[in-house]
């Protein structure tokens, strides 16, 4: 049979396939102290000039400011007096404070790829981990900008969606979401990524984290599509060291993690050189596309330490920016 990476790359050698999962960690867990470190001094700007109100640290259409009102919470001592709500009051005879949630400039929305797929883990953590891991600090990176996150979880569809949001606390939703879901199902960037654009009502930054491994032209046209809305769109595909390399050295048993009792038999040494080829091909047709619709390409490789990767990336990044 054909060995062809179009099959949405769901292939993981069965000799070196780690069958247990990782354990359950705490919300924080994903909140690399170091990670933070290295990236805590940075910002996540956008490149075009926002809808909104310039209360984050990008520049905006509008002057001065907006608040949503969120929900109410009983007076304390030190609360200003001017945030009482008298209706209220009046109504209950007890004394409760307004909240309101502050429109902020940049929506960003962090896009997960939860697809089987990305449960490979050969010498490195999976695909899914380190790409949650990435999500998660940069959405507290947004949160300390003033910025509001949102976060949502594909497959073939949007599997999970939380809108997004600027207060501290808003953190802890999208890091729960982030710990308890798991991988599977099969891949449709395509279908997932039109549903996203008809949920976003304002112009934004999205930021995908996904192996890639689709068919091009559904990927591209979502991609057009998001970009015709105004989006501004980040991909950062994320791919294992042994999809890059292919260093397999004996007869293996290739186990699909997207569809059932799909197995196939190969020898790595027969295939390796027709499939680095085709990877390779993909990998620069990708990279050429998403330039063309002025989408960004970054590559995350799981083998990478992840600070290093995003500070570095970030500091780029910001650089071209305030050029």
Not at 288 to 313: A, I, K, P, W
Request: charged residues 25%; positive net charge.
């Amino acid at each position: 049979m054909k060995f062809s990476i179009l099959k949405k790359a769901t292939w993981i050698n069965r000799s070196t396939a780690q069958t247990k999962q990782p354990p359950r960690q705490k919300d924080h867990g994903l909140l690399d102290p170091e990670v933070l470190r290295q990236i805590g001094h940075l910002e996540l700007l956008t490149q075009r000039v926002v809808d909104g109100f310039l209360t984050g640290k990008h520049r905006s259409t509008h002057k001065g400011g907006c608040f949503e009102f969120a929900q109410h919470r009983p007076y304390t001592a030190g609360d200003e007096i001017r945030l009482i709500d008298w209706h209220v009051f009046a109504k209950s005879d007890r004394y409760y404070i307004k909240q309101f949630e502050e429109e902020t400039n940049l929506q960003a929305m962090m896009v997960v790829d939860a697809s089987g797929s990305m449960n490979y883990r050969g010498s490195t953590i999976s695909k899914f981990d380190y790409a949650r891991l990435a999500a998660a600090c940069l959405s507290r990176l947004v949160l300390r900008q003033r910025d509001s996150v949102g976060l949502s979880l594909i497959d073939q569809s949007i599997r999970k969606y939380i809108p997004p949001r600027s207060s501290a606390t808003h953190l802890r939703s999208l890091l729960h979401t982030l710990l308890n879901e798991q991988t599977s199902g099969m891949t449709s960037l395509s279908g997932a990524l039109h549903e996203l654009g008809k949920r976003m009502k304002r112009k934004g930054m999205i930021l995908l984290f996904s192996d890639c491994f689709e068919e091009l032209e559904p990927l591209m046209q979502a991609l057009h599509h998001l970009r015709l809305r105004g989006h501004e769109i980040l991909i950062f595909q994320t791919v294992a060291p042994e999809e890059l390399s292919f260093r397999f050295d004996k007869m293996s048993k290739f186990e699909c993690l997207e569809e059932e009792n799909l197995i196939l038999d190969v020898d790595p040494q027969a295939v390796r050189k027709g499939y680095l080829k085709r990877l390779n091909e993909f990998q620069e047709q990708l990279q050429q596309r998403c330039v063309e619709l002025g989408c960004e390409y970054f590559q995350l490789n799981t083998g990478d330490e992840l600070g290093t990767v995003l500070s570095q990336y970030l500091s780029r990044r910001n650089a071209g920016i305030k050029a």
